[in-house]
Every structure is written in C-alpha cells, then in structure tokens.
C-alpha cells in the first residue's frame, strides 16, 4: 500500500546536530526528550502512538449511552457476578460476600454517571486501548499537511509503499459529524468499539488518513513508547520541503547516497501562478 508520512524537521533525526548551533548536552533541554527519541532516522522508525500521544482530544472517544432498564435487569440477573465485578471495578466496600438486598441498597447509590465511569476506566485498561497508531496521508503534496506537520514546509515527506502483514493492519479514517456511539445494556459489556480507533471529526477530512494500526508489545510499560521499524526496501522516496534548511536536506541526501541509493529524491517547489506544490528530481 502506498502511503505518504509528514515529518516536522526535528524529527527527523538530524536536526540536533546543526540546530542554532546547540551544543550535544543541551540538545534535549532545547528541542525536547520526545523528539530527539522520534527521529526516523538513522534506524527507519516511527512512533506508534497511543491515542492519548495523538494531537486530537478527542481520539478514539466515544458517546456511550446507558440503557437503564436493561443494565439493571442484567445485574439482578446474576447478582453474584454483579457484585465481584463492582468490588473490582469501582468500591471495595461492595464485598463479594454481601448478600443481594444490601448489594441492592448499595446500588442504589451508584449514579448512572459513576456506573458510565466505571466503564470508561475498564475501556481505558482494556487490550483494546492497547493498540498502536502510525497516521499517513494518501497524497503528498497537501499543502495545509505540509505547513501543520512540516513546520511550515521546512520538513520531509517520506513515501512507504508496505505491503499487507499480521503485525498490522490499515484503515482509512472516516470523519464523521458525531461522535461513535456505543450502547451499554449489561454491565459486563465494555468492550472498546474498534471503529473509534479510526473515527475524526470530519474538520479533519483534509488529512486523507490512512491509519496502520499494531498491537504494542506486551513487555512496554504502558507510557512507555514504543517505535516501529521498517525495512528499507518499503522507502520508495523522499520529498523535501520548499523551505527546507539545506543542511538537513544535505545530510539525508548524503545518508540516502551512502546506505540507500534505491530512495527517489525529490524537492518541492511553491507553484507561482496557483496555489499548488509541484515536486522536482534532486
């Protein structure tokens, strides 16, 4: 699949060693741990973000309406699991030995809203939210792209062309007008809906955004983060920004010239008689 990744200059991996001239010990204090850890370059990883690193508050959110009647029904259905599940989830005064006319009278102080918590926390902790998110764009010559994630046209774009693997998969985002809905009907029932992890507000249209979706590993702490690398071969070519520093441009011209000659090079330009990028051969 052919995907394009916008990437400001201080992530590529380069930008430390020339920036304003910062001496190496300072290079974190200045430019920031994060992205001196998120360079693609000279190891070909990027960051896959947890919902909670994306640049979007609402990411992976989702309208979760209760329905009453059904989810007390299931709680007195069967009791004994109710109870354990509120011990565990929400108050440790609900004892699993409770008999159920007190579980009952402790649930009755149980808001709608503090039952909705409850969820929200055990959707927070689930496998699901677990997940990993790489965004790329279907095209490369976005202006609005290259100004919001290039900083200002000074930056790169990298083309992947991946093909189709277990450790991943790809899903277009769709951008939508409300928020994905979820309802709840058995208190039990807290699974993540999986389409929120690739649903936007669809002001957010202009991306075009192909998300590449993996599970983190296990062994990471969860804020912990966590780099994905890809093969060489998947880097069909790079484009540098219109306002690029020639510096950095010359030190992933010299880079791709010693260890990746295969990568196509190209510069963008500004079009002079309409509003258009256009891309010429290094």
Known sequence: MKLFKYIAPERTGFYQNYACKIPSNKCEQVLGKENLIDGFFPNLE???STPGRLNDPFECKVDVKIDRKAYFRSM????????????????RKIKNKTDLK?????LKKVSISKMFKIHCDAVENSNETLMAIVSFSIEPDNILMWSHYCKNHSGIVIEFDLPSSQEYEFKEVEYL????QRKLNHFKNS???TEAFYSKFNIWNYEKEVRMILKRPEHLDRNEIFKYKFSADSIKSIRFGALINDNLMNDIIHLCGEKYPHIRLLKMAVCNDKYALIERNI
């Not at 007190?102 to 402790?106: L, T, Y």
């Not at 007008?177 to 994905?180: D, M, V």
């Open 76 to 91: 007195l259905e069967d009791p004994n699991s109710c109870i354990k599940y509120f011990h565990n989830n929400y108050d």
């Open 191 to 193: 699974a993540y809906p």
């Open 46 to 48: 990027l960051v896959a």
């Open 177 to 180: 007008e409300t928020l994905p």
């Open 102 to 106: 007190q579980f009952v009278r402790q």
